[in-house]
Each structure stands twice: as structure tokens, then as C-alpha cells.
């Protein structure tokens, strides 16, 4: 506004602005016939001479010019000659008033009217906060629905789930014979086993639309929102029907009630709730079947597993051998591969490898290729990227002097030499001394088959390797590196769990300590102690004798085979990397030596 009247200011006070003259000086331009017109504006008189020159007058209010003139005595015939123009004031006046009386006020209107529309977005964002963030897919409108053929492997889920998806595809069938159908299927496994991808799949083979939501999604700071949310989703899932609601990370929402300290869990309880009186209110021909997925079953709220709630459960394990191959084989379909790739030998390289891992393995392979500006995918790029994928990435700019990597050799020559000997101990697929991740070298030693169980020799052979390690340093150089720490830390750990979990020492076949599930300011509290002092004494003893008696398996084969030892370092310390038929060679050199 400011910049306006500076604006108007200028422009009035700008140089053509006529001059101002007394009534006199103009009855004397007219009695000399100077005059050529005169326009009434009111009290203000425009006058414009016969040479061009404009000037204003003002007279008195309500006097009109004619008689103005008549009092001057000016004779009419001199009247005459001007041009008259007179201007009715009246629509000017009315106009000027509204103008300025409206003009504010309008102004005012619109800011109150800017600031109401913003109020009201603040209301409208408030209310579609306890709205259901679900994203809903429709296999109908996308092209690339995803099948039970883009799932490989999971032969049992699979076939569990095919009745959920006759189900969908015809709900008439069982509702005429009366058959209660699941209304609840929770899928249980590791990360990344393909949990989402099934339940997409089981909406794309049944052709019915999707709702995904994550468990955590539904919890907020504000109390209420997440059973709006529940709510929400619900009522739009009834309006698709039949479709199917996949919730992520049930054990976000689904962990037992009441162990919780604190109060933000009366948010998670109420939303808990709201799931169980959803899943309650289903009409059975409602049509909905909800699928949840986690991979913490041991912490859900038994309420959840009761019949007529996620009563169905599938359980997913991590892909065995065969399964690896078919997954690879899955993801390679849109990679151009070289011929020498075999998913056999890959997936027997990557046992504990989930769905997701063996994706993210190919496509850091992919990655590789790109970034070398090659055209197909090699197989010695799938085992860099194994390698990659476990260890973190290769660090060939930290330079390791002579002397560390003589130790490293050393070090990773002891567990690859034990881990060689011991029967017990899977074979050695691959050793190096090329830094990766946080680790100086490393010996890669996987079993040639998947297992389900291990027992107690296998475990002590691990023990060994472990220290194969530490006590090849210790031999060679009469002393011992900060490296082997990770190896001692893991040690530790299976010689604990042997103890108090798997009932594998002299104290007998019970376990120790009670894993309890509890979540206080944000850190877990897990174990809990059901044993003595004196027992936690004897705990840690039987942990000591498990370690001792690794280190002694490790010395005893360190001692008997020094020389192939030694050579084994000779070759590190040349190749820096030697693959698993290297290795095996060296060995066999050196057997077929010994026999003639
Ligand atoms: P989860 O939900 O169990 O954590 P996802 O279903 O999100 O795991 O799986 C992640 C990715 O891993 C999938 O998108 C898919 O690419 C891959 N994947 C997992 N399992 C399989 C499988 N059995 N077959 C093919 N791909 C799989
Ligand atoms: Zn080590």
C-alpha cells in the first residue's frame, strides 16, 4: 500500500500539472477572449486557452458558472464563444465514496477469507491423519502382477496359501457348505524370505486388489490415531471385497499386552485392539482375508492366534540349496548372464542367504559389470560379489605393511589349516589376505550341505578353527594382534551357548537364563537369571574348559603340520587369494609327496 500512494503521489505531483488561478485572472481571459473551453468538474474549473496553455480554477460551492459569470458582468456574446463542458458530479461522488469505503473492507474480506481456507486445511489435514495410509494394488489395472512363478522355492506356503486363493476366487463355493473360511494367515520367517512377495502373489493368483500396511505405520504419537487407522483401512478393504489386507510387521502392534513399561504402549494396546474387534466383526461373506507377516512369533499376543483370528500360520524358512538355485534363477531372468555361471555352485556358496540377499547378491554383481563397463555378467563376478555381500566391501587402498601381512597370512593360514584337518569342520572354499570390510583377511569355510541341526563335535570344531587363528600367531611369533579379537568374541559366544542353551557340558541337559521380552526406554531386557551364584561359577568354568580344550585341538594341529603351514603362507603371501582348488591342490601335492 505503501508503494501504491508513493505510486499515486508521484504521478500527481508529476510536471504537466496545470496551474491554479484565481476567478479574477479568469474573467479577465474572458472578457480578452482568451478562453477556448472550460470543463465543470464540480467547484473545480479546467480551462484550456486558445494558445494551448491549461489552467484551474475553483469557485464557490453550489454557485453555478453562469451566474458566476453574470456577477462578473461578463456579456454573453463573449459566454458564448467558450466551450462549455459541464460534468455531472453526482456518479463521481458516488462512485469515489464506495470505492473508498469498500475498497479497506474488501481487502480486509480477503485476508480473513485466506486465513479462514488455511484454518480449515489445518482441519481437513487433522482428519485424514487417522486415515489408513494402506497402498492398495490392483492386479486388474497393472500390467506386471506378481504370480505364485515369481516366487520360487516356499513349496509348503505355497500350498497352504492355494486354499486361501480358491477361496477368493470363489467365496460361494464355501460359504454353500457352510465352511468357516480363514480370516487370518500370518506368514512367519527370517527377513527377507519373500513374506510380501507371496501375499502379492496370492493377490495376483487370485486377481483380487491388495492393501499393504506396515505394522508401524499405525502407530503415532497421538493416542486414538492408530485404531483410526485400523478402522480406516477396514472399512475400505469391506468396499473392495473380495481383496486382501497384508499387514507388515504385525509384531510392531502385536506384542504381548501389558509388558510394556511406560505409557506410550496404551497407543499400541488400543490399536492391537482395534485389529482383534475388526477381524471379530467380519461378516463371514465379507470376503476379506487378512495376511500378516513377522518374524518375531515368540512376542505376539496370544489374543492374536486364536481361532477365528490368525489362526492359520505359515511358516517360511530360509531358502535350502535347491531353493537358492530356483530364487537366482528367478532374478537372473532380466540379466544377461555368461556361460560359465552356475547357480549350483553359487547357492552352495551361500548357505543362510535369504530371498532378498541372493536378489541383492545378483544385482551387486550387476553393478559390478556396470561399473566395469562389461556386457555380461561373469562368474567370477557373482563370487566377488558373495564375498562383497558377506564382508563389506574390498579395501585394496589400505595398505598393509610386509610385517602385518606376514601375520595376516599366518592368522588365516592357522584357521584354514585346522579347518582343513578337522573332519568335524567344513571345508575351505576360500582364503585371503586382502582387507574387506573391517576384516585384515579372511578364510571362508561353508558346509557342503544345508543343516538343521549341528551337534556338539561340529561345534568344537568351530571352536578350533576359530582359534586356529590366534594360536598360529602366538606359535609363529611368540605373540598375539588386536585381529584376533572378533574370532575370541565368537568363540565366547558359542562356548556360552553351549553351555546354558544347548545342554552340551558337564552341567547337564537344562538350560540357563530365561529370554524374556521386555522394552524399556527403548533398549530390550532379555535375559533373566534362574540360577545361583555358585551355578554362574561353574558356568563360566565349563565356557573355560570349552575354549581350552579348542586352543589345545588348534596347537596339536598347528604343531603336526607346521611345514604345510608355512607353505600355505608362501602362497598367501604370493597370490594374496587362493580359491578353493588351490587350496585343495596344494594339499594333494603334498599328500601324493608324502605317499611315494
Ligand atoms: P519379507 O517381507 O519376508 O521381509 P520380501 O517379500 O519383501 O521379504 O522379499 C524381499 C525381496 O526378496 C523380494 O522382493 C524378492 O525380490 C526377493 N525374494 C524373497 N524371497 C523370494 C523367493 N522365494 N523367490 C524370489 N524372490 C524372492
Ligand atoms: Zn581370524
Given at each position: 500500500?505503501?508503494?501504491?500512494?508513493?505510486?499515486?503521489?508521484?504521478?500527481?505531483?508529476?510536471?504537466?500539472?496545470?496551474e491554479?488561478?484565481?476567478?479574477?485572472?479568469?474573467?479577465?481571459?474572458i472578457?480578452?477572449?482568451?478562453?477556448?473551453?472550460?470543463?465543470?468538474?464540480?467547484e473545480?474549473?479546467?480551462?484550456?486557452?486558445?494558445?494551448?496553455?491549461?489552467?484551474?480554477?475553483?469557485?464557490?460551492?453550489?454557485?453555478?458558472?453562469?451566474?458566476?459569470?453574470?456577477?462578473?458582468?461578463?456579456?454573453?456574446?463573449?459566454?458564448?464563444?467558450?466551450?462549455?463542458?459541464?460534468?455531472?458530479?453526482?456518479?463521481?461522488?458516488?462512485?469515489?465514496?464506495?470505492?473508498?469505503f469498500?475498497?479497506?473492507?474488501?481487502?480486509?474480506?480477503?485476508?480473513?477469507?485466506?486465513m479462514?481456507?488455511?484454518?480449515?486445511?489445518?482441519?481437513?489435514?487433522?482428519?485424514?491423519?487417522?486415515?489408513?495410509?494402506?497402498?492398495?494394488?490392483?492386479?486388474?489395472?497393472t500390467?506386471?502382477?506378481?504370480?505364485?512363478?515369481d516366487?520360487?522355492?516356499?513349496?509348503?506356503?505355497?500350498?497352504?496359501?492355494?486354499?486361501?486363493?480358491?477361496?477368493?476366487?470363489?467365496?460361494?463355493?464355501?460359504?454353500?457348505?457352510?465352511?468357516?473360511?480363514?480370516?487370518?494367515?500370518?506368514?512367519?520367517?527370517a527377513?527377507?524370505?519373500?513374506?510380501t512377495?507371496?501375499?502379492?502373489?496370492?493377490?495376483?493368483?487370485?486377481?483380487?486388489?491388495?492393501?499393504h500396511?506396515?505394522?508401524?505405520?499405525?502407530?503415532?504419537?497421538?493416542v486414538g490415531?492408530?485404531?483410526?487407522?485400523?478402522?480406516?483401512?477396514?472399512?475400505?478393504?469391506?468396499?473392495?471385497?473380495?481383496?486382501?489386507?497384508?499387514?507388515?510387521e504385525?509384531d510392531?502392534?502385536?506384542?504381548?499386552?501389558?509388558?510394556?513399561?511406560?505409557?506410550?504402549?496404551?497407543?499400541?494396546?488400543?490399536?492391537l485392539?482395534?485389529?482383534?474387534?475388526?477381524?471379530?466383526?467380519?461378516?463371514?461373506?465379507?470376503?476379506?482375508?487378512?495376511?500378516?507377516?513377522?518374524?518375531?512369533?515368540?512376542?505376539?499376543?496370544?489374543?492374536?492366534?486364536?481361532?477365528?483370528?490368525?489362526?492359520?500360520?505359515?511358516?517360511?524358512?530360509?531358502?535350502m540349496?535347491?531353493?537358492?538355485?530356483?530364487?537366482?534363477?528367478?532374478?537372473?531372468?532380466?540379466?544377461?548372464?555368461?556361460?560359465?555361471?552356475?547357480?549350483?555352485?553359487?547357492?552352495?556358496?551361500?548357505?543362510?542367504?535369504?530371498?532378498?540377499?541372493?536378489?541383492?547378491?545378483?544385482?551387486?554383481?550387476?553393478?559390478?559389470?556396470?561399473?566395469?563397463?562389461?556386457a555380461?555378467?561373469?562368474?567370477?563376478?557373482?563370487?566377488?560379489?558373495i564375498?562383497?555381500?558377506?564382508?563389506?566391501?574390498?579395501?585394496?587402498?589400505?595398505?598393509?605393511?610386509?610385517?602385518?601381512?606376514?601375520?595376516?597370512?599366518?592368522?588365516?593360514?592357522?584357521?584354514?589349516?585346522?579347518?582343513?584337518?578337522?573332519?568335524?569342520?567344513?571345508?575351505?572354499?576360500?582364503?585371503?589376505?586382502?582387507?574387506?570390510?573391517?576384516?585384515?583377511?579372511?578364510?571362508?569355510?561353508l558346509?557342503?550341505?544345508?543343516?538343521?541341526?549341528?551337534?556338539?563335535s561340529?561345534?568344537?570344531?568351530?571352536?578350533?578353527?576359530?582359534?586356529?587363528?590366534?594360536?598360529?600367531?602366538?606359535?609363529?611369533?611368540?605373540?598375539?594382534?588386536?585381529?584376533?579379537?572378533?574370532?575370541?568374541k565368537?568363540?565366547?559366544r558359542?562356548?556360552?551357548?553351549?553351555?546354558t542353551?544347548?545342554?552340551?557340558?558337564?552341567?547337564?541337559?537344562?538350560?540357563?537364563?530365561?529370554?524374556?521380552?521386555?522394552?524399556?526406554?527403548?533398549?530390550?531386557?532379555?535375559?533373566?537369571?534362574?540360577?545361583?551364584?555358585?551355578?554362574a561359577?561353574?558356568?563360566?568354568?565349563e565356557?573355560?574348559?570349552?575354549?581350552?580344550?579348542?586352543?589345545?585341538t588348534?596347537?596339536?594341529?598347528?604343531?603336526?603340520?607346521?611345514?604345510?603351514l608355512?607353505?600355505?603362507?608362501q602362497?598367501?603371501?604370493?597370490?594374496?587369494?587362493?580359491?578353493?582348488?588351490e587350496?585343495?591342490?596344494?594339499?594333494?601335492?603334498?599328500?601324493?609327496?608324502?605317499?611315494?
Amino acid at each position: 500500500m505503501i508503494a501504491v500512494g508513493a505510486f499515486f503521489s508521484l504521478y500527481t505531483a508529476g510536471p504537466q500539472k496545470p496551474e491554479t488561478v484565481g476567478i479574477e485572472i479568469l474573467i479577465a481571459q474572458i472578457k480578452d477572449e482568451k478562453v477556448k473551453k472550460i470543463d465543470v468538474k464540480g467547484e473545480t474549473l479546467e480551462i484550456e486557452l486558445s494558445d494551448g496553455k491549461k489552467e484551474i480554477a475553483h469557485k464557490e460551492p453550489g454557485e453555478s458558472l453562469s451566474t458566476l459569470l453574470k456577477n462578473f458582468d461578463v456579456s454573453p456574446e463573449k459566454t458564448g464563444k467558450i466551450e462549455l463542458a459541464i460534468e455531472d458530479q453526482t456518479k463521481n461522488f458516488w462512485i469515489n465514496t464506495i470505492l473508498s469505503f469498500l475498497v479497506p473492507f474488501l481487502l480486509l474480506a480477503f485476508f480473513v477469507f485466506l486465513m479462514i481456507r488455511q484454518v480449515q486445511g489445518a482441519n481437513t489435514r487433522a482428519l485424514s491423519f487417522g486415515a489408513s495410509r494402506a497402498r492398495k494394488f490392483d492386479p486388474k489395472e497393472t500390467k506386471n502382477k506378481i504370480t505364485f512363478a515369481d516366487v520360487a522355492g516356499a513349496a509348503e506356503a505355497k500350498q497352504e496359501l492355494a486354499e486361501v486363493i480358491e477361496f477368493l476366487k470363489q467365496p460361494k463355493k464355501f460359504h454353500d457348505l457352510g465352511a468357516k473360511i480363514p480370516k487370518g494367515v500370518l506368514l512367519m520367517g527370517a527377513p527377507g524370505v519373500g513374506k510380501t512377495l507371496l501375499a502379492k502373489a496370492v493377490a495376483g493368483e487370485a486377481e483380487v486388489p491388495f492393501f499393504h500396511v506396515s505394522g508401524s505405520e499405525f502407530i503415532e504419537m497421538f493416542v486414538g490415531v492408530g485404531s483410526a487407522r485400523v478402522r480406516d483401512l477396514f472399512t475400505q478393504a469391506k468396499k473392495n471385497a473380495p481383496c486382501i489386507i497384508f499387514v507388515d510387521e504385525l509384531d510392531a502392534i502385536g506384542r504381548q499386552r501389558g509388558a510394556g513399561l511406560g505409557g506410550s504402549h496404551d497407543e499400541r494396546e488400543q490399536t492391537l485392539n482395534q485389529i482383534l474387534v475388526e477381524m471379530d466383526g467380519f461378516d463371514p461373506t465379507d470376503n476379506v482375508v487378512v495376511l500378516a507377516g513377522t518374524n518375531r512369533p515368540d512376542v505376539l499376543d496370544p489374543a492374536l492366534l486364536r481361532p477365528g483370528r490368525f489362526d492359520r500360520r505359515v511358516i517360511i524358512d530360509l531358502p535350502m540349496i535347491l531353493d537358492r538355485e530356483e530364487i537366482l534363477k528367478v532374478h537372473a531372468r532380466n540379466k544377461p548372464l555368461a556361460q560359465d555361471v552356475d547357480f549350483n555352485r553359487i547357492a552352495s556358496r551361500t548357505p543362510g542367504f535369504s530371498g532378498a540377499d541372493l536378489a541383492n547378491l545378483l544385482n551387486e554383481a550387476a553393478i559390478l559389470v556396470a561399473r566395469k563397463n562389461g556386457a555380461i555378467i561373469t562368474m567370477p563376478d557373482i563370487l566377488s560379489s558373495i564375498e562383497k555381500v558377506i564382508l563389506g566391501p574390498e579395501r585394496k587402498g589400505r595398505l598393509m605393511s610386509d610385517a602385518e601381512k606376514k601375520i595376516t597370512a599366518y592368522h588365516e593360514g592357522g584357521h584354514a589349516l585346522v579347518s582343513h584337518i578337522l573332519p568335524a569342520a567344513p571345508p575351505v572354499q576360500k582364503i585371503s589376505i586382502i582387507s574387506r570390510g573391517h576384516a585384515a583377511g579372511y578364510t571362508l569355510n561353508l558346509p557342503t550341505e544345508d543343516r538343521i541341526f549341528k551337534n556338539r563335535s561340529e561345534f568344537k570344531a568351530e571352536l578350533a578353527v576359530l582359534l586356529g587363528g590366534y594360536t598360529a600367531e602366538k606359535t609363529i611369533f611368540g605373540d598375539v594382534t588386536t585381529g584376533a579379537s572378533d574370532d575370541l568374541k565368537k568363540a565366547t559366544r558359542i562356548a556360552r551357548k553351549l553351555v546354558t542353551q544347548y545342554g552340551m557340558s558337564a552341567l547337564g541337559q537344562r538350560t540357563f537364563g530365561e529370554k524374556e521380552e521386555m522394552i524399556f526406554l527403548g533398549r530390550e531386557i532379555t535375559e533373566q537369571r534362574d540360577y545361583s551364584e555358585k551355578t554362574a561359577e561353574r558356568i563360566d568354568e565349563e565356557m573355560n574348559a570349552f575354549i581350552e580344550e579348542a586352543a589345545r585341538t588348534a596347537q596339536d594341529i598347528l604343531n603336526t603340520h607346521r611345514e604345510k603351514l608355512e607353505s600355505l603362507v608362501q602362497l598367501l603371501l604370493e597370490k594374496e587369494m587362493l580359491e578353493k582348488e588351490e587350496f585343495d591342490a596344494l594339499f594333494a601335492k603334498e599328500a601324493n609327496e608324502s605317499s611315494e
